[in-house]
């Protein structure tokens, strides 16, 4: 599976838009680009996911570049809530990738009041 | 709805001691289960995982051993542990046929803490 890196740290006012890079430039055709994010002491939380095109969902917005070499998970209206570290995965759609997460070191988002 | 439990939430253990982590899945079957490690300072590691009863795939030699002795039941366990196996323990599970691949559902974990 193609390897992610993402920025170590970022801030945010509580309010305004998150928006959290990943780069994943050796990314091959059927891999898949998935988010999750872990709040403190708690286990992952599975965000979004997509392939090419853009995706929404209540949570988030996920943009993927045109090349799929870049992405953008958007957090539009953040809140003290959304601390946490967020994590970019690469993951190879067919079956004998059996949901084999490879976590990075992932970014640490802090929203700020 | 689906849910997940884990258990013990906490627990301290001396060194050489056995260990037993337990792991339940309720409201669906057949679906893959994952054990995983987060020790201090590091990212989370995939220990083992299980698309079926019995059936047990491990990611990378380790003091720990999985069972799943039912088809949602999964089980981390160790003879002896070492100071090294402490950290936080996550277990998860996926739909297997229907669910998409990377879509896991993570419980709330187990610390450890080997003295």
């Known amino acids: 599976d193609a390897k992610t890196t993402q920025p170590p740290s970022m801030d945010c006012a509580e309010g305004r838009a998150a928006n959290l890079p990943c780069n994943h430039s050796t990314i091959s055709g059927n891999e898949y680009v998935y988010w999750y994010r872990q709040i403190h002491s708690q286990g992952p939380q599975y965000i979004i996911h997509?392939?090419?095109n853009n995706e929404t969902n209540e949570m988030a917005s996920l943009i993927i570049t045109e090349d799929r070499k870049s992405s953008t998970l958007i957090l539009p209206h953040a809140t003290l809530r959304d601390t946490a570290v967020y994590y970019c995965?690469?993951?190879?759609?067919?079956?004998?990738?059996?949901?084999?997460?490879?976590f990075g070191q992932g970014t640490i988002l802090t929203v700020h009041p | 709805s689906q849910t997940i439990h884990q258990w013990p939430a906490t627990l301290v253990q001396p060194v050489g001691s056995p260990l037993s982590l337990e792991c339940t899945v309720e409201?669906?079957?057949?679906?893959?289960l994952y054990w995983y490690r987060q020790a201090a300072g590091r990212g989370l590691q995939l220990l083992f995982y299980s698309v079926g009863i019995g059936q047990i795939s491990s990611e990378v030699p380790q003091n720990l051993s999985a069972s799943r002795p039912q088809d949602r039941q999964f089980i981390l366990s160790s003879k002896k542990l070492l100071l090294s196996d402490s950290g936080f323990y996550l277990c998860a599970w996926r739909r297997g046929r229907t669910g998409h691949t990377g879509e896991l559902f993570f419980g709330e974990g187990s610390r450890l803490t080997v003295l």
């Open positions: 409201g669906t079957s057949n679906p893959n």
């Open positions: 997509g392939l090419k």
């Open positions: 995965i690469v993951l190879n759609a067919g079956g004998t990738s059996y949901g084999k997460l490879t």
